[in-house]
C-alpha cells in the first residue's frame, strides 16, 4: 500500500476511535434537566397495568395488530402518545418474533416473505417517527436520528410509566380544551408529569400529518434523558408486552436497519454476542471492523481518483502552455469530459458507503453523526467539482460544435469560440458550485442567518476591494463584445507587440517574442490597440498578418540606381514564399528627408518563429540587394595621356567584357566625370545572379577581365582607382 494512503487511513483511525468515546449526547442536542432525586428510602411505584389508560394500551394495540396501517399523530396528546407507545411495542414484538425463527428457516438470507413482512413493520415505524417534531436537526442526520430518538423516547416512556409516583390521565380533545379553560394563558401542548416531556400541536403540518407531536425540545432532550436513566432500564422488567427496554441496545449492537441480516444471527450465539458485540464505546467490535475495512477501501478509491485527476491536469497543461497543433486543441474536450467520469464516479461511491455504514452495519450515535458529516462533506465537495466540470466539458464541446456548425472546422476559429464560450461556462459552473456549497452548510445545520452571513461576504469583498476585478470583467465583455482583436492575431497593446493566446473573463494574454505577458483587460481597453491582423473569410484557418519593413536608403543613390532597388526588391518579394500581395515603394521621411524603401504584404506566420524567421530572409536579402546596386555601378579613370580613339572606343570595350557574363546586363558607359589625375568613366549593369555569393563572384571576374583589357590596349588606370580598391578587397 502506497505511503500516503497509510498515513490517511492512520489519521482517520485516530479521528474516529477517540469520537467513539465522547459522550453519548447528540452533539446539537441542549442538555435536559436533571430529574429531581429520588426520595430516601424504597419509593413506591404504580405500575403500567395500574395506570389510568392501560386498558386504552391494550385496545390500541389490538387495533394495530388488527390495521397496521393506522395513523399515529393524533389530534390530542392522548392520541399521538398511547398510538407511538403501542407501534413502538408492536415493532420490538414483531422483530424479536421474526429474529427467533432465523435458525429454523434455511438459508443466509430473509425470505421474500419475511422482507415484506419487514417492509410492513419499517412502514408503521415510520408513522411512530412522525410523532417526533425533528424540523431541528440537521437534514442530513434528520432520517437516522429520528429513528434513534424514536427508539430512544420509547425507552424513556416505558421508564416513565412504570415509575411513575402516583396515577395520571392523559387529555384527550375534550380533556385538552378543559385544561385551556381552566388557564390564564391558553395553549395547544401537554406535558406528562413529572417530566420535560411535551406534545404540542403542529399546526404547521397538512391533511392526516397534522396533529399533536413531540416537539423539539422533547427532542433535544431525548439523548440526555436516555443518558441518565440508562443505569436504571433494568429496573423497567419486562412484566408487560408493551414493555421494551432493550428496544433500542438491540437496535444499535446489531448490523442491519430494523432488523440484523439472518446470516448475522445465524452466527453462534456465544461467538456473536462474546466477541462481535464487545462495545467500544457506542459501537460493537464487527460495527468498528466493518466500517475501518470499508474507510479504507474508500479512501484507496478516492485517493486513486484524485491522482487521476491530477494528471489530466498535468496533460491539459503540457498542451495549452506548448504551442497547440490543430489535433491537439481538438482533444481538449476529451480531456474535460475526463475529469467529468473522474469526478461523477465518485458521487455514487460515498452515497453507497453512507448507506452501507448507517443501513448494514449500523453504526448509530457520535461516530454516526461525525461519518455523516464527513460523508456529505466528501459528496457535495465532488458534486461540486463535477457541476464545474460538467459546464466545462459542454462549453468545450459546443464550441466545437459551432465551429462545425459554421463550416470552419480548424484549430484558429475553435480557439476563438472557445475563448468567447468557455468564460461564461466555468462561471455559471463555479456559480453552481458554490450553490452546492451553501446547500452543504444548511444540510449540515448551520443556521439560515449564518449561511446568509456566508453569502454576504463575497459581496462585502466586492464592494470594499474587488472594484479592480469588477472593472477587468466589465472590461473583459466589451473586448469580447468589440472585437478589436481575437486570439491568434499580431497586434500592439501599448508598447508591447506580440501574438493574443487568450482573451479572459480578467485579462488577456500576449505573446511577445521573449515572454507571455499578462495584461488586465482594464488596461487593455484604455490602451491604444493596433491590429497588424486582416479578418477575411477567405481562410479562416489562416491568419494573415501585415507585414511591413523600412529600409533606409543611401542619400548618395541615383535615379538609376534607385529604379535598380525597386526593381530587384519587387522581384525578391513577389516570389517570397509565405508573403502575398507584396507593396515596394520609395518614402521619404519627415524629419532629415531621408530616403526610405517601405516594403509591405501580407504573411502567414501563427508564431514568432515564423514571423522572425521571414523578417530575417526579408531584411538579410534587401540589404544584400542594396549593396548589389552600388556595386552594379563602376567609376574607372584612366590617364589624360589616353588618345582620342581609345577614350571612344573604351565604352565598346566595356561592353564586349559582359559577352562573357550571360547573367549580367550591361547598361550604358559613359565619361562622366574630368577629375583632376583622370578621366573617369561610369558604367553600369543588372545581374539576374541568383545568389549574393554568386554576383560578387561575378563583380570579381568583370574587374580582373577589365583590367587585362587595359593592359592589352595599353589604357593606363592611374592610382588609386576604385576598380583596384574593389579587386584588392
Not at 417492509?119 to 412522525?130: D, G, M, R
Request: proline share 6%; hydrophobic share 45%.
Amino acid at each position: 500500500m502506497p505511503r500516503p494512503i497509510r498515513l490517511l487511513l492512520a489519521f482517520l483511525i485516530a479521528c474516529l476511535l477517540p469520537l467513539m468515546g465522547l459522550s453519548r449526547a447528540a452533539l446539537w442536542a441542549a442538555p435536559a434537566a436533571a430529574p429531581p432525586a429520588p426520595a430516601t428510602g424504597r419509593p413506591s411505584y404504580v405500575p403500567l397495568e395500574s395506570q389510568p389508560f392501560h386498558g386504552q394500551l391494550l385496545e390500541l394495540q389490538q387495533q394495530w395488530i388488527d390495521a397496521p396501517l393506522n395513523q399515529v399523530v393524533g389530534d390530542s396528546p392522548r392520541a399521538t402518545l398511547l398510538n407511538f407507545y403501542v407501534v413502538m411495542a408492536q415493532v420490538n414484538r414483531d422483530i424479536a418474533r421474526i429474529e427467533a425463527k432465523a435458525a429454523a428457516t434455511p438459508g443466509l438470507f430473509w425470505s421474500s416473505a419475511v422482507q415484506n413482512e419487514l417492509a410492513l413493520i419499517h412502514s408503521y415505524f415510520q408513522e411512530a417517527v412522525k410523532a417526533l417534531d425533528v424540523s431541528e436537526i440537521p437534514q442530513s442526520i434528520r432520517a437516522d436520528f429520528a429513528d434513534e430518538y424514536a427508539l430512544k423516547l420509547k425507552v424513556i416512556l416505558d421508564y416513565v410509566f412504570s415509575h411513575s409516583r402516583k396515577p395520571f390521565e392523559i387529555p384527550d380533545a375534550a380533556g385538552m380544551k378543559a385544561l385551556n379553560e381552566g388557564r390564564v394563558n391558553p395553549s395547544a401542548s401537554w406535558t406528562i408529569p413529572g417530566t420535560s416531556i411535551t406534545l404540542s400541536e403542529d399546526i404547521t403540518r397538512e391533511g392526516r400529518e397534522r396533529g399533536f407531536t413531540f416537539t423539539t425540545s422533547t427532542v433535544a432532550q431525548i439523548p440526555g434523558l436516555y443518558d441518565e436513566i440508562g443505569n436504571q432500564v433494568a429496573s423497567i422488567g419486562d412484566a408487560s408486552t408493551l414493555l421494551t427496554p432493550e428496544i433500542y441496545h438491540t437496535f444499535s449492537l446489531h448490523p442491519g436497519y430494523i432488523l440484523a441480516p439472518k446470516w448475522y444471527l445465524m452466527i453462534p450465539e456465544r461467538f456473536r454476542m462474546g466477541v462481535l458485540e464487545l462495545q467500544w464505546g457506542q459501537q460493537t467490535l464487527f460495527q468498528i471492523l466493518s466500517g475501518l475495512l470499508a474507510l479504507m477501501a474508500f479512501v484507496a478509491v478516492q485517493f486513486r481518483l484524485l491522482s487521476a485527476l491530477l494528471a489530466t491536469y498535468r496533460m491539459g497543461d503540457g498542451i495549452e502552455r506548448d504551442r497547440l497543433t490543430s489535433v491537439q486543441i481538438w482533444q481538449l474536450d476529451n480531456i474535460a469530459w475526463h475529469r467529468v467520469l473522474l469526478a461523477v464516479v465518485s458521487l455514487p461511491l460515498t452515497r453507497l458507503l453512507e448507506s452501507f455504514v448507517d443501513q448494514y452495519i449500523g453504526v448509530t450515535g457520535t461516530p454516526l453523526l461525525v461519518l455523516t458529516y464527513m460523508f456529505y462533506t466528501i459528496y457535495f465537495s465532488w458534486a461540486g467539482l463535477f457541476s464545474f466540470f460538467l459546464m466545462e466539458a459542454l462549453g468545450r464541446s459546443f464550441s466545437e460544435w459551432i465551429s462545425i456548425v459554421r463550416g470552419k472546422r480548424n484549430a484558429l476559429q475553435l480557439s476563438r469560440v472557445s475563448n468567447l464560450v468557455m468564460p461564461v461556462c466555468r462561471v455559471l459552473g463555479a456559480i453552481i458550485g458554490i450553490s452546492l456549497m451553501y446547500r452543504l452548510l444548511i444540510l449540515l445545520g448551520l443556521p439560515g442567518s449564518t449561511v446568509l452571513a456566508f453569502s454576504a461576504v463575497p459581496g462585502l469583498a466586492i464592494g470594499l476591494g474587488a472594484s479592480k476585478l469588477l472593472g477587468n470583467l466589465f472590461a473583459g465583455l466589451s473586448i469580447q463584445t468589440d472585437r478589436p482583436l481575437r486570439v491568434g492575431e499580431f497586434c500592439r497593446i501599448g508598447a508591447n507587440l506580440g501574438y493574443v493566446t487568450k482573451i479572459g473573463l480578467r485579462s488577456l494574454e500576449l505573446q511577445t517574442h521573449e515572454s507571455r505577458i499578462t495584461i488586465p483587460n482594464s488596461v487593455v481597453d484604455e490602451e491604444t490597440i493596433v491590429n497588424y491582423s486582416l479578418r477575411s473569410g477567405l481562410a479562416p484557418d489562416q491568419v494573415l498578418h501585415v507585414f511591413e519593413l523600412h529600409l533606409p536608403v543611401p542619400a548618395d543613390l541615383t535615379p538609376d540606381q534607385l529604379d535598380d532597388l525597386l526593381y530587384y526588391s519587387r522581384l525578391f518579394l513577389f516570389e517570397l514564399q509565405g508573403l502575398s500581395a507584396a507593396q515596394v515603394f520609395l518614402d521619404q521621411a519627415t524629419q532629415d528627408g531621408e530616403l526610405l524603401l517601405r516594403c509591405c504584404g501580407q504573411i502567414h506566420a501563427p508564431s514568432w518563429t515564423d514571423y522572425l524567421t521571414l523578417r530575417e530572409a526579408a531584411l538579410l536579402r534587401l540589404r544584400q540587394l542594396l549593396d548589389q546596386v552600388l556595386r552594379s555601378r563602376m567609376v574607372i579613370g584612366v590617364a589624360y595621356n589616353t588618345s582620342p580613339e581609345l577614350l571612344q572606343r573604351i565604352p565598346d570595350l566595356i561592353a564586349g567584357l559582359f559577352e562573357a557574363e550571360p547573367l549580367a546586363a550591361f547598361r550604358a558607359c559613359r565619361l562622366m566625370a574630368i577629375s583632376d589625375f583622370s578621366y573617369d568613366f561610369t558604367y553600369d549593369y543588372r545581374s539576374s545572379q541568383p545568389t549574393y555569393a554568386a554576383f560578387k563572384d561575378e563583380v570579381a571576374r568583370l574587374n580582373r577581365a577589365l583590367l587585362a583589357l587595359f593592359a592589352a590596349e595599353g589604357i593606363e588606370i592611374p592610382y588609386p582607382t576604385q576598380a583596384e580598391i574593389q579587386l584588392d578587397g
